[in-house]
């Protein structure tokens, strides 16, 4: 233990010795201490100021390394921006190079090898007891969006470091079972080059070696920014960058939920049994232009209005499938229930020729995001708005054209590890909270990780964070405390039984 953490923990000791009378009162004012008041009388012991026997036990949880430095390096990365007064990092930007630097120093505070690679991905490596072994891979992203939280990405990074130093810290680092090695992906945003997972996806080796060739906003392209970064990068090299699979065991990432569920069920982690698949469609409605004063209503061709009616039927079908759906071999009852229950649709954006107020317009561009965990029922709700889009369209006179943007299939996660996952959530929450009633909820993730680009390479597991109000890409993004501990105690307990 480092002297510093040292004082901090004996601090924190003499604290509580100092204010034993008013803990109770304190705890009531504090509510996101909300674990110590459900914790029975015999738990409650471990947060008091019960000097003796009372270290070994806060020793178990090491309150200081998973909690209070982990939330510390989470509020420091996040004022690591290009941004001035917000939050925003991006492939190669000024920024993610600073982050590199202070990612790099705590993962070699944490007694790992480190080497950035050839991408801008940083890697921090133990070798365990087995270093031929094959290794598990741990991770998530350093950059973000634009005006971004600083907890999506960067919580999976911290937690992993935080859990590695507490087994430094233990003395069982070197007794892993096996290799271990955290990754900090440089880029699964997308904000920069409108690419996702070119961080996950190259060290899964799923980037077409024309990535390189890929162009920003400014023209300039991937290789470019590489190369300004003294990064000297070739078609080869990129492909090498490639894992063996062979020498992958599995690929685990803990990430902030993103959405409201956790807080909805009074849990601080879940286990994520899938990723959605998803479908990107651009629908474009050709109509007549006119005069929005002289063209009678009996006589217009308005893709205005036909893009309204197209949008409420997809809602209308993507609320009911079961009501919309015929059911044959490829689509069952069964599917379509879980269908209803992972199925969300969205339009995200609108835009209209000419776009003027006292005129009917020509043409109307529109997105529609569709996403689910079932991808055959996916595919059957495309094919049925598709059907029921043309049929719209021919009914009101205007033209329809439906473009497939982007497809990308589900993945679903390991049952392996996440029963792992899910037995360490319930030993992390178990030992902060004393007795735990329920079963770690289980839930699906609408949103990608740098997991899907992974299960290409290896199997995949996720551990859910629980976020307040279920926000995210947003400053308002907000992750407890104690939750951020309990994830780093998840993670530690994961790779304790490794």
């Not at 970064?229 to 803990?254: H, R």
């Not at 909270?433 to 839930?443: A, F, H, K, M, N």
Request: charged content about 20%.
């Amino acid at each position: 233990m480092s002297s510093s953490t040292t004082a901090s923990f004996n601090h924190h000791h003499h604290h509580h010795h100092q204010h034993h009378t008013f803990t109770f009162a304190f705890l009531h004012l504090c509510f996101f201490f909300f674990f110590l008041l459900s914790a029975p009388p015999t738990c409650a012991s471990t947060f008091s100021g019960n000097e003796s026997g009372d270290l070994e036990k806060q020793g178990d949880l090491f309150p200081q390394i998973l909690r209070d430095e982990a939330v510390g390096r989470l509020y420091q990365l996040g004022k690591v921006s290009d941004g001035n007064g917000y939050l925003e990092r991006t492939f190669l930007s000024p920024a993610s190079m600073r982050a590199i630097n202070v990612i790099r120093e705590w993962m070699e505070d944490a007694g790992l090898r480190t080497w950035v690679d050839q991408m801008g991905n940083v890697h921090g490596r133990v070798e365990g007891a087995n270093p031929n072994a094959e290794a598990l891979l741990i991770g998530s992203h350093m950059d973000t969006v634009v005006d971004a939280g600083m907890f999506d990405g960067s919580l999976g990074i911290v937690s992993a470091i935080s859990a590695l130093k507490a087994l430094k810290v233990n003395g069982k680092l070197e007794k892993l079972k096996r290799p271990v090695e955290v990754i900090a992906f440089c880029d699964e945003e997308g904000v920069r080059f409108q690419t996702t997972f070119l961080g996950s996806g190259a060290i899964a080796g799923i980037l077409p070696a024309t990535t390189l060739e890929i162009s920003d906003k400014r023209d300039t392209m991937i290789k470019d920014v590489l190369k300004e970064n003294s990064i000297d990068i070739t078609e080869e090299k990129l492909l090498q960058l490639k894992y063996d699979p062979k020498s992958v065991w599995g690929y685990v990432e803990i990430h902030i939920e993103q959405g409201p569920v956790l807080e909805q069920k009074g849990f601080p982690l879940g286990v994520v049994k899938g990723i959605a698949g998803q479908t990107r469609l651009k629908v474009t409605v050709r109509g007549s232009q006119g005069h929005a004063g002289t063209v009678p209503m009996s006589m217009r061709q308005d893709p205005m209005a036909a893009a309204a009616e197209l949008i409420v039927v997809m809602e209308s079908l993507c609320k009911n499938p079961e009501e919309f759906l015929s059911y044959d071999d490829h689509c069952s009852d069964s599917s379509v229930k879980s269908l209803s229950s992972s199925l969300v649709c969205t339009v995200g954006e609108i835009s209209t020729w000419p776009s003027a107020s006292n005129v009917i317009p020509g043409q109307v561009t529109y997105t529609v995001d569709i996403r689910a965990i079932d991808d055959l029922g996916r595919e059957a709700v495309i094919y049925d708005l598709s059907k029921r889009i043309y049929q719209i369209c021919d009914k009101r006179s205007v033209s329809c054209n439906i473009e497939h943007k982007h497809d990308a299939g589900a993945v679903i996660c390991d049952s392996e590890l996440s029963s792992q996952l899910k037995s360490a959530a319930y030993s992390a929450l178990k030992k902060m909270e004393g007795d735990i009633q329920d079963e770690v909820p289980t839930l699906m993730s609408g949103a990608g990780h740098d997991a899907m680009a992974m299960s290409h390479l290896t199997k995949v597991g996720m551990l859910f964070v629980r976020c307040r109000g279920g926000i995210s890409h947003s400053p308002q993004e907000h992750v407890l405390d104690n939750d951020v501990w309990a994830a780093g105690l998840a993670t530690l307990s994961f790779l304790e039984n490794l």
